[in-house]
């Protein structure tokens, strides 16, 4: 047997709440003592933590009772609906978490990605959709990765909300200057995060990559990852083909002329 305070501990209920069941006859304590202390036996913490269930999946208090009091209940059938309410409303929360992130994350994005892309006619790419809008239209997906909250993983997955965003571009030529300035920006933004995330380079090394971070190999290097990026990870990928059928392509084409542009090796 255990006291009222106990038993709110254990379920996550309310004294209040305790006193409001045993008014309305939804669930009564065990035993009262001479000294006025709620008792409830294990038979009525386990009924305490259904009614706590049916209430969270939407029930009435009223119909809670009917439904106790019913002895055709089927509990069987019950959990059944449970879980099934309680799925989709995790769904739905799991749903808005994410979509807080993706948001968090895209606040986060170095500015002149954003302003750039906020420059364009986004109606003429995306509709009636922002680009917030059609990002977070992604966020099933982005529900996957599960260190989603994780701050190191964080910058690549603004990675690959840059890497769409070359999509936005599609009015232009790949080889055009709007094009090109905007992978030059993803170009440095991913080589600084190479650098930060390698532990090995020395800082000597890494004033080094940067001086010379327009090298042929350098430029094969990292071009090559993202366009692997965009045609191969899947989440990557789908992001740059919620803006079009043709988006990936013409990405990739992009990526492939600014490698060639700056002296990468390009296989014809």
């Avoid at 930060?196 to 001086?211: I, P, R, Y």
Wanted: charged content about 30%.
């Amino acid at each position: 047997m255990k006291r009222l305070s106990e038993v709110c501990k254990i379920v996550g209920v309310t004294r209040r709440t305790l006193q409001e069941y045993d008014k309305i006859g939804l669930l009564s304590p065990t035993e009262i003592t001479e000294g006025g202390y709620w008792l409830y036996d294990d038979a009525a913490i386990s009924k305490l933590s259904l009614i706590q269930i049916f209430v969270k999946i939407g029930y009435k208090r009223k119909d809670i009772i009917e439904k106790l009091e019913n002895p055709g209940l089927d509990l069987l059938e019950e959990y059944q609906v449970a879980i099934t309410k309680l799925t989709e409303r995790k769904n739905e929360i799991d749903g808005m978490i994410t979509y807080l992130r993706t948001q968090m994350i895209l606040c986060n994005m170095p500015k002149q990605f954003l302003n750039k892309i906020v420059g364009l006619d986004a109606e003429e790419i995306l509709g009636n959709k922002s680009f917030t809008e059609s990002i977070s239209t992604d966020a099933e997906k982005l529900r996957e990765i599960e260190d989603l909250d994780d701050e190191s993983v964080q910058p690549f997955i603004a990675l690959g909300m840059m890497i769409a965003g070359i999509a936005f571009f599609r009015r232009h030529e790949p080889s055009s200057n709007e094009v090109q300035s905007y992978i030059d920006d993803l170009y440095n933004y991913f080589l600084n995060l190479i650098i930060n995330e390698d532990d090995e380079l020395t800082d000597s090394e890494k004033v080094e990559m940067l001086a010379d971070k327009y090298n042929s190999e350098l430029v094969d290097t990292i071009t090559d990852i993202l366009t692997s990026y965009l045609k191969e990870e899947d989440s990557y990928k789908s992001m740059c083909e919620n803006y079009g059928d043709d988006a990936v392509e013409f990405a990739s084409e992009a990526l492939i002329y600014y490698k060639k542009n700056h002296g990468g090796t390009v296989n014809e």
